[in-house]
């Protein structure tokens, strides 16, 4: 079987045009023969109307029509008969003096018997008196002993002439077939050349090349081709771009998501999957395209589930505590999908470690407020009871009473208050009221309102001198912030003083309180800003303390995108925090 375009294409131009010179021919060789007979009867037509005419007028000799015949069919090299009104054949050329007697009748004979009659004649036929193929036309003539002047000529010299003109034809059309091979080639060429083009062009459109583009002339069926396959290319672009863009989408809302999405085949592999995957499974890297899920997790419930799946009509789902590298509660959602790749399913793990922390965090908050709360209250209510069950007549203790009485009304309000002032820290809108302002100025004005409780306590406060530090942030808040560093400073200080130091970087303002306390032990100091934590309960209990001072302090510092620090320096603690010195 031909598979080349270029080969059928010219092996059927071949054959169509031996196809077409052979019918041509054969049409040729047909109408030529016709054309043969039709000519020498016309010429032997033509020939006797001359003669007649000749013999009409009198401008030959016929007085010897015997000698008349042979001489006119000498000259003419046709066979000549003079014929009388009877039908009797006077004068033959073909026919010696001695036999022309003996001549039958031609009175029947057709050319005669029409030529008698006035009209042209015409026959072809086998001669009797000769015994050849002679082709025969009489003309009527008017002249003294002759009626009709009738040539013949042998059918053999029209045939052969036919044979002669028919070799001509052959060796005519074997040239044009000769010639006609190279132009069929050269547009087989030509035309397969046009395809190869285009299945070029194709090609390239399939392989992506953006400004591929086929040729749309001459705009015949290819040329219409062309202008097709580059519709289509451009359709293709638009709807692969499109597609390309959903992709991205796809790509970008998986890669920012954060529960973890593996999509896996019947033989449990990954066929994607997104980072946080990765980071759910505590995995260094993502999942890879064909990675066996069993290797990249390496967590048998998980592959449990998947497998339970399969044969599941409903989705799984399950909670589940993972311990790898550390300790993670997710929730696993695995789906068998029924309209793709058979047997293939989607993994969902939604983390819930945080959710859970902050649960525990509100379960420990609830019950820090409670515990917080129950022992100021349990005071007012004891005191007060002690009041109405006879404490109002005990001149001595009554008064001692009612100021407990007050001193836990006090610790309510304050805890209260800072929880307030924490809720209203954590809200999602919260905001500063920002305006520029001499820290060191804040600093000075704070320590100078516990420069009577220090004294008390025989305390020393001190500033340390130095030029203004301008900032631009919230007064009020830090204000706040100075307050419960300087009021944590002063309760658990015992002897010694409390020094407040702060300057100025490069964009940036800091400040120190340092105090002469005991310190706090290396295990307490990451937890110290946490909410009602104590690092001495006892010691934090007979100071009054809320347990909400440094988590405020830490919240406030984060609204102005600063941060604090907690150090051991010798005796005693250095609390340093740092803030931008401009607020964007």
Known sequence: MIRSLRVRLFVAHTILGLVVLAVVTALLWTEQGRWVRRTHLEALQRTAEGLARQVEAGRVDVGDLEALAQTMGSILGLRVALIDSLGVVRGDSDVPRERLSGVENHAGRPEVREALAGRLGRATRTSATVGRELAYVAVPARRAGIAVVRLAEPVA?????NRSLSQLSLVAALLAFLAAVPLALWAARAQAARVQALEAVAARIGAGEARARAPE???DELGRLGRAIN???LELRTRAAAMEAQREERERILAHMTDGVALLDRDARVVHANAS????????LPAGPGTPFADFARMPELETMVRATRAAPHTLERDLRLWSPEQRLVRATVTRLVDSEPDAVLLVLHDLTETERLDRI???FVANVSHELKTPLTSVRGYAETLLEGGLEDVAHREEFVRIIRDQATRLQDLVEDLLSLAELERPDARLRVEKFDLRAAVERQAAGFQDRAAQLGLSLHVEPG??????ADRGRLDQVLANLLDNAVKYTEQGGVTVA???GEGFAWCEV???GHGIAESDRERIFERFYRVDQARSRERAGTGLGLSIVKHILALHHGAIEVKNAGRGTTFRFELPRRIA
């Open 362 to 364: 509100r379960q420990d």
């Open 502 to 504: 702060l300057g100025e």
């Open 231 to 233: 519709q289509m290319a």
């Open 277 to 284: 995957l990765a980071q759910v499974l505590g995995a260094p």
């Open 157 to 161: 010299e029209a045939s052969q002439l």
């Open 217 to 219: 002339r001459p705009a």
């Open 514 to 516: 340092r105090d002469t």
């Open 467 to 472: 030029p203004p530090v301008i900032v631009s």
